[in-house]
């Protein structure tokens, strides 16, 4: 009697726990799908329609062995990533790392108010006006004191990626070649292809969003117990997070792919719509657009910052008063800043800045995938929850894998493609 009492209670609990958990996965995958992620899988589509929606189910998969694995460090250790490089591999390469991290992250932050200018400016919004109050309304957000403040007000804004999803739906797409090409691989074998499948790997997975699963995860307090339910929201998120992904290559490569529309911009894709799909499909792309780089901007300062001052020993945190964390403050301001004004720079180059932020992305990347492998591995820090044989063998493929596609993205660089 008692026990059939308690076990809806208990179900109870756990819905509810598996609803507090979520925020840290599903804002660190959806972050990722910021304007330079639309822009790639926009890209994709239009130049070869439905031949790369394959790598979806693989990036997703690759996905979530990242994010998991620095979940559950942050869990386990209830320190961030850039406390662990410093504690177990030195003050030399975590300073050298923090250093490649900030210049990244500050070049990604400008193209989010690139992103997010292209994508008003569709809306007849002017550069000059979106630039500053997108800039003023992040860093009021960055600054409004509160993690769980700060979680719900960027899960809020991540239901714009649904407009993605309605536009995949509105253009009319061939569901059987669909799926057909996403279940069995296509390879084009040109340099731009495989061009395009290394920046859907670095757009997938960036070296901010590592510091940003596990410090989310350690911001929310969550402990050892909290593991199921982390690996619930680190899931969903990654999946969710594919599933964007794949609806703008479904949109794009079932309509401006067979018009013979080469795009090379997120913009470029949401204008080039309006004729063949409708105004609605432009504004519905354009809204998204608007929505990714908004979300990717509030999270790219705050974790610059965050893994900087744990890097050093400063204080940090959005609870954290201008006095208590000054440097905190200050570098989030400073990125906010500067990357605001230089995007209303005219005739800025924009392109070639992007192209130091993946060169450094791409050097970085696999190093800190290195780095987290090997303390994941480690039983001294993770006790019973280290990586297992099969999981360990799973992460060093991902590695291994962005490694040999950073290679090619470097030499097909060095030809000019």
Known sequence: MGRDTNKPQRQKLDRRRILMAMGPGMVAALAGADAGGVAT???????????????????????????????????????????????????????????ALLVSNTTVTLSE?????????????????????????????????????????????????????IAGIMVGPDWGEAMNDTLIPKFVFEPQYFSLLVANVGTTIAPWMVFLAQSNVVEKNAHEEDLPYQRIDTVTGAVVASAISWFIILATGAVLHPAGVIVNSAEDAATALA????????????AGLVGASFLAACVLPGITASAICEAFGWERGSDR??????????????????????????????????????VINGILLPVLLVFMVKIASDRHVMGKNANSRVWTGLTWFTVIAVIILTVVMFVLQAMGV
Do not use: D, H
């Open 113 to 165: 108010f690139a992103g997010i200018a292209s994508g008003l400016g569709l809306f007849g919004v002017p550069v000059y006006l979106s630039v500053p109050l997108a800039a003023i309304t992040i860093w009021l957000i960055a600054m409004s004191g509160s993690y769980a403040r700060i979680e719900k007000i960027l899960l809020a804004i991540s239901c714009i990626f649904v407009t993605y999803v």
């Open 321 to 358: 008063t201008w006095q208590e964390a000054p440097v905190y403050r200050g570098i989030i301001t400073a990125i906010l800043l500067i990357s605001a004004v230089i995007v209303l720079i005219p005739n800025v180059n924009l392109f070639g800045i992007m192209m130091v932020a993946q």
């Open 41 to 99: 899988y926009s890209t994709a589509g239009a130049t070869y329609g439905f031949g790369q929606l394959w790598t979806v189910p693989v990036m997703c998969f690759l996905l979530i062995v990242a994010q998991e694995t620095a979940a559950r460090v942050g869990c386990v250790t209830g320190k961030g990533f850039a406390s662990l490089i410093r504690e177990q591999f030195g003050v030399r390469l975590s300073a050298l790392a923090m250093l």
């Open 275 to 286: 004729p063949l799909a409708g105004p609605y499909a432009e504004m519905l792309f354009g």
